[in-house]
């Protein structure tokens, strides 16, 4: 998940030349993580090498800014040593939190071995235990050095992974290997480097260097720094730990399980009860009458049933020789599918590489909310297809308090029109995605947006009609007039709850653009391939392994940490959920009974308080409150729109 960066240096480097290289390449690699830092340093002085690693808790910017590492770099050269070579980190915190102890270059051995990496692996513990490892760290990196004891490992191993690794223990070599392609190198780049290794080919062309490489998936490779035998001086070995500098450590987002206190579970179920016995549903699907803008003829049939127009499948002909004529024309990197690790992405890239012969580069957008679930999903189908993934992670840190302040403001004063403000930051993976497509060249995007997730309800508890009934909407069709009325609606709540006047406004207003005016022209592979949930989770379970949460029957956007939060309250207020809408389209497509949708959002709209307690330790905010809060504000809200 994190960026790696490996650099060998020329004799012409000196003090300033490594600094300069060593910003510019982590720099640019912490796109793909800002949570931790770190570099190890291989150092020759006369005949002998020292390795000196610095373990920072802080982002690349400020790591570099220390006063240690820069004095250590120019103590080097002013003694005619000098630096061989390095290895750079930059985390986006997966396992463990932003500790030193946690965090990377991994050390081994006395400090005689350092390493990097990215990505997850899934089954780490299994690894270490089945080849006896020591374990120093929480971070799933330490794994990897089971490699060191046998390449056979390799396959062992679940999850995508590539690293870089500084080895001074017989001999003096770097070691380097990928199982998914997330990692590239290029030989004599200018004057100053002999080699350079990075986890993404973009980051190649921002530097202007043209003669790199892919590194070829699941080959060991090893290469001799010290061409004679020179001896590693393990007095000089260190390992240097730099203390966050006024920042709050990156939590991790762990579901466990929890125990609710009774007087809470029971407000809750209160709640429910009375939802259950006072909504009346439509006889047809199951949206009830506290549905924005519904309403029931004379034999109980909703609105939204009588004007639904079955969407038909468009050729799956044309699909494929759209991507055969774009695979044979610019090659498979031509191809970008964004895999967010939820079930229809990993699903829709299992159509891509097993059915279609197509291997695309994915891409994740990491806005601080996707669980460790989701994480691990992503590795999984990528680790186990061979596939290179393109993380864009987002300042976490900013994110969280952003989302904490509104959070806040939305509990001052109530309103359902308000709710999506909680996942305007996540919207940046619609343009981000385009911005991924312009630096590779890329000719098409595959995305895995399917019809039955429309859910304008979210808009229109605003009390405005902001969609036409007689359509099968998509996001992408909301008129300009409705979007001024929903900015209206919005500016008119920040005016009547000042608390929202914060610094989330810029995100949120950037979430609004990306989501209505993403500009992109993406194809989306359920408008050619039907969606069944039963084949799409036999498939991915069965098949890959990939996993599913412990706080619910439903595999619906379990990676998403936003998603038990959001759906918690429109339960409460209005006793459903985008589960009830998920499945009366279900229904009117005929693909399950109404008494199966029933019995289904019956245990899927069940609080998932594990999640629930993990979303809110990530906001240091006190999850029972603030679900007591909820559930006493759901008693007083009046439902604000029309037909009801």
């Known amino acids: 998940m994190c960026g790696i960066v490996g650099i060998e240096f020329s004799k012409?480097?000196?003090?300033?030349?490594?600094?300069?290289?060593?910003?510019?390449?982590?720099?640019?690699?912490?796109?793909?993580?800002?949570?931790?830092?770190?570099?190890?340093?291989?150092?020759?002085?006369?005949?002998?090498?020292?390795?000196?690693?610095?373990?920072?808790?802080?982002?690349?910017?400020?790591?570099?800014?220390?006063?240690?590492?820069?004095?250590?770099?120019?103590?080097?050269?002013?003694?005619?040593?000098?630096?061989?070579?390095?290895i750079g980190h930059t985390r986006l915190a997966t396992n463990g939190a932003t500790i030193n102890y946690n965090n990377q270059p991994l050390v081994y051995n006395k400090n005689t071995q350092s390493l990097v990496f990215n990505g997850i692996l899934c089954n780490s513990e299994k690894i270490i235990k089945l080849s006896k490892l020591k374990k120093n760290s929480l971070n799933d990196g330490v794994a990897l050095w089971s490699l060191d004891k046998s390449i056979n490992y390799l396959k062992k191993i679940k999850g995508a992974f590539s690293y870089i690794k500084i080895n001074c223990q017989r001999r003096i070599s770097i070691d380097f290997i990928t199982n998914n392609g997330s990692l590239y190198s290029s030989m004599q780049p200018n004057q100053i480097i002999n080699k350079i290794f990075l986890s993404e080919e973009s980051f190649f062309k921002k530097m202007n260097i043209n003669n790199y490489k892919q590194i070829k998936i699941n080959k060991m490779f090893s290469v001799d720094i010290s061409n004679n035998n020179y001896a590693i001086n393990l007095n000089k070995n260190k390992l240097i730990n730099i203390k966050s500098e006024n920042l709050k450590k990156i939590k991790i987002f762990t579901i466990k399980k929890n125990i609710v206190p009774k007087n809470l579970k029971y407000k809750i179920d209160k709640r429910i009860d009375y939802i259950f016995n006072k909504i009346t549903r439509c006889k047809k699907c199951i949206l009830p009458n506290t549905h924005p803008f519904i309403y029931f003829n004379q034999d109980g049939i909703c609105n939204f049933c009588v004007n639904y127009k079955k969407d038909q499948l468009k050729p799956k002909k044309e699909f494929k020789n759209i991507l055969r004529y774009t695979q044979k024309k610019y090659g498979n990197k031509s191809i970008l599918c964004p895999l967010s690790g939820g079930r229809d992405s990993s699903f829709a890239l299992h159509i891509l590489v097993n059915e279609l012969k197509i291997k695309p580069i994915t891409y994740t957008y990491d806005w601080g909310f996707n669980t460790d679930l989701a994480r691990r999903n992503v590795s999984i189908m990528t680790g186990e297809l061979n596939i290179e993934n393109i993380i864009i992670a987002a300042d976490?840190?900013?994110?969280?308090?952003?989302?904490?302040?509104?959070?806040?403001?939305?509990?001052?004063?109530?309103?359902?029109?308000?709710?999506?403000?909680?996942?305007?930051?996540?919207?940046?993976?619609?343009?981000?995605?385009?911005?991924?497509?312009?630096?590779?060249?890329?000719?098409?995007?595959?995305?895995?947006?399917?019809?039955?997730?429309?859910?304008?309800?979210?808009?229109?508890?605003?009390?405005?009609?902001?969609?036409?009934?007689?359509?099968?909407?998509?996001?992408?069709?909301?008129?300009?007039?409705?979007?001024?009325?929903?900015?209206?609606?919005?500016?008119?709540?920040?005016l009547l709850n000042p608390?929202?006047?914060?610094?989330?406004?810029?995100?949120?207003?950037?979430?609004?653009?990306?989501?209505?005016?993403?500009?992109?022209?993406?194809?989306?592979?359920?408008?050619?391939?039907?969606?069944?949930?039963?084949?799409?989770?036999?498939?991915?379970?069965?098949?890959?392994?990939?996993?599913?949460?412990?706080?619910?029957?439903?595999?619906?956007?379990?990676?998403?940490?936003?998603?038990?939060?959001?759906?918690?309250?429109?339960?409460?207020?209005?006793?459903?959920?985008?589960?009830?809408?998920?499945?009366?389209?279900?229904?009117?497509?005929?693909?399950?009974?109404?008494?199966?949708?029933?019995?289904?959002?019956?245990?899927?709209?069940?609080?998932?308080?594990?999640?629930?307690?993990?979303?809110?330790?990530?906001?240091?905010?006190?999850?029972?409150?603030?679900?007591?809060?909820?559930?006493?504000?759901?008693?007083?809200?009046?439902?604000?729109?029309?037909?009801?």
């Not at 931790?36 to 800014?65: A, C, H, P, Q």
């Not at 406004?505 to 005016?517: C, K, T």
């Not at 619910?552 to 006793?575: C, E, H, K, L, V």
């Open 12 to 86: 012409l480097a000196n003090a300033k030349k490594i600094k300069y290289w060593i910003k510019k390449t982590l720099t640019i690699s912490s796109r793909r993580g800002k949570d931790s830092s770190g570099i190890s340093f291989l150092v020759k002085e006369k005949e002998t090498f020292s390795l000196v690693t610095f373990r920072s808790e802080n982002s690349i910017e400020i790591t570099l800014k220390n006063i240690k590492i820069n004095k250590f770099i120019d103590d080097v050269y002013k003694k005619n040593s000098r630096i061989i070579f390095i």
């Open 396 to 494: 976490i840190r900013h994110k969280r308090e952003n989302v904490k302040k509104n959070v806040i403001a939305w509990l001052k004063r109530p309103h359902l029109g308000l709710v999506p403000l909680f996942m305007a930051g996540d919207k940046q993976f619609i343009s981000n995605a385009s911005l991924l497509k312009k630096e590779l060249n890329m000719k098409l995007e595959i995305f895995a947006i399917n019809k039955y997730e429309v859910t304008q309800y979210k808009e229109e508890f605003s009390g405005i009609k902001l969609w036409d009934e007689n359509l099968n909407n998509k996001h992408t069709n909301m008129k300009i007039l409705s979007q001024l009325k929903m900015l209206f609606f919005y500016g008119k709540q920040f």
């Open 499 to 644: 608390y929202y006047l914060n610094t989330s406004i810029p995100d949120s207003f950037r979430g609004f653009l990306n989501f209505y005016h993403s500009g992109s022209d993406e194809m989306s592979i359920y408008d050619y391939y039907d969606w069944n949930e039963n084949v799409i989770n036999k498939t991915l379970i069965n098949k890959y392994g990939w996993e599913t949460a412990n706080d619910t029957s439903s595999t619906w956007r379990i990676g998403d940490g936003t998603q038990p939060f959001y759906n918690f309250i429109y339960f409460m207020f209005a006793g459903f959920t985008e589960n009830d809408v998920l499945r009366s389209f279900l229904i009117r497509d005929n693909k399950i009974s109404r008494e199966e949708a029933l019995c289904l959002v019956t245990n899927e709209n069940q609080p998932r308080y594990p999640t629930l307690e993990g979303y809110f330790k990530l906001l240091d905010l006190n999850y029972i409150k603030i679900l007591s809060t909820i559930i006493d504000h759901a008693w007083t809200y009046k439902l604000n729109y029309q037909n009801i």
